[in-house]
């Protein structure tokens, strides 16, 4: 199947600091792509998703203005975390589906974001 | 809210086959059943997916009931490293038609 990375693979930083994390579709190109957020024993639950040069669209529940969004390329979107806070703390994964059938979608390993 | 329902938990053990199974009553005729699975503090893997005839590729065999209503994932020689949540998912078939909403899933342990 396809690859998506995602760097960092983990990060700490303090609260009240941003943090930004990259996902690359390495092999294909990603019409769409997913970012998704994932509480210890829990599923995994869509934040939002964004179209290649559009702005994001968020879930009932997701602030924009925390969590922004930019899919500049068919190939990368970043997910910025601003002003973390302690519960922000929590296993972010992004996906990507290319723009053709049989419209599979993959994803990354995951970030692990700690705000202390 | 989900459309699909999975048992939360189920056991396997070793070399045997683990069939998964997986309810969408209220499934749509143009959408399709993925599954995925999650190994512990990884992103998810795709399996496989389908629309209405059995799939099979070289990780599993996906058995869809006629009515479309149930179906069944079965991985035929379980392995320890196929311990994961396997998640049941509906989706439309093309372009944006849905995007992929996670249930809680089925743990399966795979048992020496």
């Known amino acids: 199947g396809a690859v998506v990375s995602q760097h960092p693979s983990w990060v700490i930083c303090k609260s009240g600091t941003s943090v930004k994390i990259e996902c690359r579709s390495l092999?294909?190109?990603?019409?769409?792509m997913f970012w998704y957020r994932q509480f210890p024993k829990q599923s995994l639950m869509l934040m939002a998703t964004?179209?290649?040069?559009?702005?994001?669209?968020?879930e009932q529940g997701v602030e924009k203005d925390k969590f922004l969004i930019n899919h500049a390329s068919l190939t990368l979107s970043t997910l910025t975390v601003t002003s973390a806070h302690p519960e922000d703390s929590s296993f972010y994964i992004c996906?990507?589906?290319?723009?053709?059938?049989?419209?599979?979608?993959?994803f990354g390993p995951g970030t692990r974001l700690t705000v202390t | 809210d989900a459309k699909t329902t999975q048992p939360p938990s189920m056991d396997c053990a070793e070399g045997r086959a683990a069939n998964l199974p997986c309810n969408h009553s209220?499934?749509?005729?143009?959408?399709?059943v993925y599954w995925y699975r999650q190994i512990h503090s990884q992103g998810p893997q795709y399996i496989i997916h389908?629309?209405?005839n059995n799939e099979t590729n070289e990780m599993a065999s996906l058995i869809i009931t006629e009515d479309r209503k149930s179906s069944t994932l079965i991985l035929p020689h379980a392995t320890l490293r196929d311990t994961a949540v396997y998640y049941c998912?509906?989706?439309?078939?093309?372009?944006?038609?849905?995007?992929?909403?996670f249930g809680k899933g089925t743990k399966l342990s795979v048992k020496p």
């Open positions: 996906s990507a589906r290319g723009g053709g059938a049989p419209y599979e979608q993959y």
């Open positions: 092999d294909f190109q990603a019409t769409t």
């Open positions: 964004s179209n290649e040069g559009s702005k994001a669209t968020y």
């Open positions: 209220t499934i749509s005729g143009n959408e399709y």
């Open positions: 389908g629309l209405k």
């Open positions: 998912i509906v989706r439309g078939g093309g372009g944006s038609q849905g995007n992929l909403i």
